[in-house]
């Protein structure tokens, strides 16, 4: 489908959409431009065919473009990118908010080369190519940012590639998508901080209450393992939409810390009961 695709970044996630391409298209060369550190790991695992010390090496002769930065340094590149794909190539990123990179796209790809927006909804709380998975795309929704009745032809062969991966293609517009992913993705991120925080606050000299923690806790706080160098992009570029959120948050809390002694807790826990089912019943 595409003959030529260039990673930048080859880290978790570019390195596992490489990793996934390359089992369902064994022929097609993946380049990969990083740090050469990086490059060297990916190449280890035979993640990428060639490394490129030069972003233009990387970009120059691509079919695809696939930018797996995060968010600030997707900025940063995005002009020197736009300059040097040609113009028959699709270039596509996987950041977690839109309306910046989308915005930015618009300014600089006024040539050939075409901007479509991608986020794949899936990923792990490490990060680095050592943990890069060809399956991570298997079921998860990938939101690509724009209209499915007016997607060029470059575009619609991406969705299919992406249907190709295991994944399930959405489309949506940029503003869309970052009100929604700050209720679904960036919420609870921010949740797990908070209780993450709260708990070793109140942990003391002798490992109370930590240490006779069950699993619910760690399967509860296991976004808590994200670096902050993986979010605070996301949070810069969204922040309107993620304090409302948190702002929901702040009342529902409420709203359980006035009833603990009343029985009207039994609507929340139902509540909650249902939309649980309905997340494990998505399709």
Not at 169 to 186: C, K, L, Q, R, Y
Not at 192 to 208: P, S
Not at 241 to 259: F, P
């Amino acid at each position: 489908m595409f003959h030529r695709v260039a990673i930048l970044g080859t880290g978790l996630m570019g390195g596992s959409f490489a990793l996934a391409v390359r089992k369902q298209f064994p022929e097609t060369r993946i380049v990969g431009w990083d740090r050469a550190e990086v490059l060297e790991r990916a190449a280890a695992r035979g993640v990428i065919d060639e490394c490129c010390a030069e972003l233009t090496n990387a970009v120059r002769g691509a079919d695809l473009v696939y930018i797996a930065l995060p968010l600030g340094a997707a900025l940063e590149h995005l002009p020197a990118i736009a300059q040097q794909a040609e113009p028959g190539t699709l270039v596509t990123d996987v950041c977690s908010t839109k309306v910046a990179i989308c915005h930015a796209a618009q300014k600089h790809f006024t040539g050939g080369a075409r901007f479509l927006g991608g986020h794949p909804m899936a990923g792990k709380e490490t990060k680095g190519v050592e943990h890069a998975a060809l399956e991570i795309f298997s079921g998860a929704k990938y939101i690509l940012i724009g209209d499915e009745a007016e997607a060029d032809e470059r575009a619609k062969r991406f969705a299919t590639l992406v249907e190709k991966l295991g994944a399930r293609p959405e489309w949506m517009d940029a503003d869309t998508h970052d009100w929604a992913v700050g209720i679904v993705s960036h919420l609870p991120q921010l949740v797990n901080v908070a209780l993450a925080q709260v708990i070793r606050d109140e942990t003391d000299e002798t490992g109370l209450p930590l240490r006779v923690a069950g699993p619910g806790l760690r399967d509860a706080l296991r976004l808590a393992g994200s670096p902050y160098s993986t979010w605070r992009d996301i949070c810069l570029t969204n922040p309107d939409n993620i304090a409302r959120a948190l702002d929901r948050v702040g009342q529902a809390i409420e709203h359980l810390r006035t009833r603990l002694q009343s029985k009207d807790l039994q609507e929340a826990f139902d509540a909650a009961n249902e939309l649980y089912r309905m997340l494990h019943d998505l399709k």
